[in-house]
């Protein structure tokens, strides 16, 4: 069965110049195609565009030349349709927890009962309905970093973008989030396209796994072939330390 | 959590201090006249007086006492700080919106802040003349100019990931302008006019030595022609007490309540 094309980027170059007005060259040519409802990681080593590219699909940089479509739409500008979970902590300090999830509801004028409802459910999905009225200060990265992810989810977007999102956590937090991420990625599947530097991370979550090299290309698309739900077992398995050690190779 | 309990230290450390330095006062005073410094005492007697009876008023300025002053110097000052903060907030957030009106009045802004302040006092008593209104009008000016500058700098200042988190969760300009920018500023907002307050009890004080009518500023320069120290240190405690609790209550009222989200 043919899955239908989401994401489809065509010819696409990227150019900016830089304070000392250098010519940067950040894609040229560069082309792939992203399934409905497909779990995608982008790895590769820093500063090879991924966040770039990224932001370009979540309609927050311009590009050069090319097409980026989105179920063969243009995209022109940012939109609900692709929430995104950033890097840094971005939720918003002056709101309690429970009126941060409920902020793009709130944009679209979605009634204070529904909102409430819908905010409820996602923070009981991260495990936050405790915090619900406390402020962001009083909360962890680890937690914040949830309610980003319970915003994000809350808002329904059509396709997930996240960028490195538990890259400043540590090990236990992050095992624990990629789970959590994996349990509601397995109930609400979206397209989805992750980026990592962490193999591991990459292996457990995608069902493909697009390697960048240093010159901003995509050198291999690899299948991930474990089947789904992935637990505790597939983490540490030894199919995924074999699949580690093939894709180390690629970095090599 | 933080420890917001005061202890008996933080209270009594204050207290001893300004005990410290009044006592300091008093024994420098036994050395010099009482018209280069007045002892603590005759001081704060007089001061408790001042709102009953203070013949140097009826004879050097007008009224009976302290009251007719305090009150016209504290209506000005109210009145003053108001129009010019939330004009100074509505101007600043206006210019934020539009990048082209921003461009526009910028450089005249930043130009005119540099002018002293003091120095537009006379073109406010040529255009209003010397009475209440120019003096209120001067302590608006500072206020205004000094608050649209703090809000625009507010605005520069936020996060752009902020901006960019609230566009990919839906919002449009205008509600990321209302649900984003204003929230976001609302503490270097506070901060600034935590300041324009202080400030401004000087500033209508001064511009009361050069208007007429009644206040704070007219009792000062009607005592310095008669070596009336202890009177102008009685206007100096009072201006002092008034910019204390305004500190006080915009603090507790207005500031706390606004930023309890920020971390500290």
């Not at chain 1, 170059?13 to 982008?42: D, I």
């Not at chain 1, 996602?122 to 319970?150: Q, T």
């Not at chain 2, 009518?213 to 002092?240: A, D, K, M, N």
């Amino acid at each position: 069965m043919e899955s239908k094309i989401k994401i489809k980027v065509e010819g696409l170059c990227k150019v900016f110049f830089s304070e000392q007005n250098e010519k940067n060259t950040v894609f040229v040519n560069l082309n792939f195609k992203v399934y409905e409802e497909e779990f995608v990681s982008f790895i590769g080593p820093s500063g090879c565009g991924k966040t770039t590219l990224l932001n370009i699909i979540a309609g927050l940089e311009p590009y050069t030349e090319g097409k980026v479509l989105i179920n063969g739409h243009p995209i022109t500008k940012p939109g609900a349709d692709r929430g995104m979970v950033f890097q840094e902590d971005a939720i918003f300090p002056w709101r309690k927890v429970i009126d941060n999830v409920e902020y793009g509801l709130e944009m679209r004028k979605i009634d204070k009962q529904e909102r409430s409802l819908i905010a409820k459910k996602y923070l009981e999905l991260v495990g936050l309905e405790e915090f619900a009225n406390y402020y962001p200060k009083e909360l962890s990265g680890g937690m914040r970093k949830r309610v980003a992810i319970a915003m994000v989810f809350a808002n329904n977007p059509d396709t997930l973008l996240m960028d490195e999102p538990f890259g400043s956590l540590d090990y236990v937090t992050k095992v624990d989030l990629q789970e959590e991420l994996s349990k509601i990625w397995q109930k609400e599947r979206k397209t989805t396209l992750f980026v990592t530097h962490d193999l591991e991370e990459a292996l457990f979550l995608s069902d493909r796994i697009f390697v960048f090299d240093k010159n901003n290309t995509i050198a291999e698309i690899i299948e991930v072939p474990f089947s789904r739900p992935r637990g505790e077992e597939v983490r540490n398995g030894q199919e995924l330390l074999e699949q580690k050690k093939l894709l180390w190779r690629h970095f090599q | 959590m933080r420890n917001n309990k005061k202890t008996f230290l933080d209270i009594l450390a204050p207290v001893v201090s300004i005990a410290a330095v009044f006592l300091i006062w008093w024994v420098i005073s036994l050395f010099l006249s009482p018209v280069r410094l007045p002892s603590p005492i005759t001081v704060i007697q007089k001061w408790i007086t001042s709102i009953f009876y203070y013949p140097q008023v009826s004879l050097y300025a007008r009224g009976t006492n302290f009251n007719l002053h305090l009150l016209s110097t504290t209506r000005k000052y109210f009145i003053g700080v108001t129009i010019g903060i939330l004009s100074g907030i509505a101007f600043g957030l206006f210019l934020g919106w539009s990048k082209l009106l921003r461009d526009f009045f910028e450089s005249p802004l930043e130009i005119i802040r540099t002018i002293p302040s003091l120095a537009a006092l006379p073109f406010f008593i040529m255009w209003f003349g010397p009475r209440e209104l120019s003096q209120l009008g001067l302590v608006s000016f500072y206020c205004f100019i000094m608050i649209v500058i703090n809000t625009l700098n507010a605005i520069k200042s936020v996060g752009p990931k902020f901006f960019r988190f609230a566009l990919t969760l839906g919002a449009i300009r205008g509600q990321v302008y209302r649900t984003v920018v204003i929230p976001a500023i609302i503490p270097e907002l506070v901060g600034g006019i935590r300041v324009v307050l202080a400030v401004s009890w000087g500033f209508v004080v001064l511009a009361e030595f050069m208007g007429a009518g009644y206040g704070v500023g007219r009792l000062i320069i009607s005592f310095i022609p008669f070596l009336h120290t202890v009177g102008i240190f009685v206007c100096i405690f009072w201006v002092v007490l008034f910019a204390s609790v305004t500190d006080l209550l915009f603090m507790q009222l207005i500031a706390r309540p606004l930023t309890i989200w920020m971390p500290r």
